[in-house]
């Protein structure tokens, strides 16, 4: 939630556990340090899984879920997918014919929101400029 980049994703056809075995390491190898850190997530199975629970734990990452059927508990994740969703496939549903170009189409709108889309949330940067820019003003 400091920047709303988004750290790691994966796509499936169906969830399963080897996806969200990716996707987290994924996320640790792009960032060594993340002790202290929030996983938030909602109450999905995968989340509650204890090899889940387990490697947070093991990175010093303490684990947060929304409470049942609260939506406003992930309201930052929501309105992601929101703004994913009407940049990106509003209109243009048809023309992702296959898994492959909707998995294209969804990395280069990731690439474009952590690099290049500006928010006023933070001072008009993009979420990686944001980043790059208070880690050299902290140091």
């Known amino acids: 939630m400091f920047n709303g980049e988004v750290i790691a994703w994966d796509?499936?056809?169906?969830?399963?556990?080897?996806q969200i075995r990716k996707m987290l390491q994924r996320a640790f190898s792009k960032h060594k340090n993340l002790e202290g850190?929030?996983?938030?997530?909602?109450?999905?199975?995968?989340?509650?899984?204890?090899?889940?629970?387990?490697?947070?734990?093991?990175?010093?990452?303490?684990?947060?879920?929304?409470?049942?059927?609260?939506?406003?508990?992930?309201?930052?994740i929501e309105s992601f997918f929101g703004t994913l969703k009407r940049e990106c496939f509003y209109g243009r549903e048809k023309e992702f014919l296959t898994f492959k170009q909707l998995h294209k189409a969804i990395a280069n709108y990731i690439y474009y929101y952590n690099h290049k889309r500006i928010k006023d949330k933070i001072k008009w940067m993009s979420p990686i400029k944001f980043r790059e820019t208070f880690i050299s003003n902290y140091n």
Request: aromatic share 8%.
């Open 37 to 76: 850190l929030i996983f938030h997530s909602d109450q999905g199975w995968q989340y509650q899984h204890r090899q889940f629970s387990e490697k947070l734990k093991q990175k010093g990452i303490t684990q947060s879920m929304s409470r049942k059927g609260n939506c406003l508990d992930n309201s930052v």
């Open 11 to 18: 796509l499936s056809t169906s969830a399963n556990n080897q």
